[in-house]
Structure formats: C-alpha cells, structure tokens
Antibody, heavy 119, light 107 residues
C-alpha cells in the first residue's frame, strides 16, 4: 500500500533553513507528482509547490519564490523541501501529498512535519 | 488566484442529522476541479470528493458533492460520530487554493 513518511519535527531559529523529507513507498515514485502543503497552527491549508520526481521539474507558489527549493533522490524514493530564511510565521505543519498529474487532488498524504521557528 | 469562501465557519449538529457545507469561488472553477477534504484532529487531511461530485476510494455514500461554476456543496446525509471534523474545499484547476474550512461539531 501507498505510504508517504516524513521526517521528524524541527525547531529552528529565525533566519535559518530547514529541510524536510518525504519517503514514498508502495508505488512507482517517478510516476506521481509530490506537492507540499503547509498548515499554520489552528489555520487552514496553503499550497507551497510541487516536484515532478521523474524530471525534477518544480513549480512553487509565488509567495515562496526564492526561499523554497524542492528536490528528490530517485535512488531512495525520497523528496525534499528546503525552506530558507525562516520567519516565525513559517511555523507550521508541512505535509507532502501525492497527485497523479500536476494539478489533481491529493489522494495520499504524509503524516506531516512540524516546523517551529522560534528565537 | 481563485479565492474559496466556505460557509458556515462552524456547524453544530447531532448524529443522524444532515449537514450541508458550502464552498463559493471568486471565479468559475474550470471543469469542476473542486475537491473536498476531511481533517480530524492531529491527522492529515483525507480526500473525500473530487471533480465536485465523485467520491474518492473508500468514502461512504452518505457523502455527496454537488455544484458547478462558483458554487459547490458537500452534503453528509446522516452524520456519524466519526464525521465531526473540519472540512476543506480545494480548487485544483491551476495553482491550488483551499477554503478556510468548516468545523463540524457535535451538538
């Protein structure tokens, strides 16, 4: 069965960077897009961007341009999201989620990674 | 960017009752690329509906979706205890956006 397993919680200081991983299993890693969605505490859902694990192509929402980088390692079926120049309002749960094509609903989600930004 | 507005913000009902959740878009959603998700406390969202009215795999038939263009509705015909959660609509016709959520609470 499909699983997306994310790395553990992180605590970072303002201005630092964080790199979150999402390990896929149970399906062909390069056959599906992986999106990243974040959720601030008690708030709604916000799309961050996607990566095409097959080509490495990416698409980020304008809000995060220049601060977010998505990569993948096909040898270990893992995608990464790195967010730099962290601010306190980046404190959120970050989820990876799978789609069949670039603009599709998310049929499987990771368990989430809590990133806390605090001095 | 398509802005999605969900109403009501919260809804208090009893098990066995019918729930209707609304999602209104600022612009027409292409090809009904509208999905609904359920999120229980401490869990990731779960896909319920896509294409406005297609149930995702394993979703019980008490959940139904309707609407087109800019107005969409998620209906839960007879509430079960496990249905009390937060519900989000999402448009995925381009850069995805989500509604702010409707909290469904036990009365």
């Amino acid at each position: 069965q499909v699983h997306l397993v994310q790395s553990g919680a992180e605590v970072k200081k303002p201005g630092a960077s964080v790199k979150v991983s999402c390990k896929a299993s149970g399906y062909t890693f390069t056959g599906y897009y992986l999106h990243w969605v974040r959720q601030a505490p008690g708030q709604g859902l916000e799309w961050v961007g996607w990566i095409n694990p097959s080509s490495g192509g990416t698409n980020y929402t304008q809000k995060f341009h220049g601060r977010v980088t998505m990569t993948r390692d096909t040898a270990i079926n893992t995608a990464y999201m790195e967010l730099s120049r962290l601010r306190s309002d980046d404190t959120a749960m970050y989820y990876c989620a799978r789609t069949t094509r670039k603009w599709e609903p998310y049929d499987y989600w990771g368990q989430g990674t809590l990133v806390t930004v605090s001095s | 960017e398509i802005v999605l507005t969900q109403s009501p913000g919260s809804l208090s009902l009893s098990p066995g009752e019918r729930a209707s959740l609304s999602c209104r878009a600022s612009h027409s959603v292409d090809s009904n690329y509208l999905a609904w998700y359920q999120q229980r406390p401490g869990q990731a969202p779960r896909l319920l509906m896509y294409g406005a009215f297609i149930r995702a795999t394993g979703i019980p038939d008490r959940f139904s979706g309707s609407g087109s263009g800019t107005d969409f509705t998620l209906t839960i015909s007879r509430l079960e205890p496990e249905d009390f959660a937060v519900y989000y609509c999402q448009q995925y016709g381009g850069s995805p956006t989500f509604g702010q959520g409707t909290r469904l609470e036990i009365k």
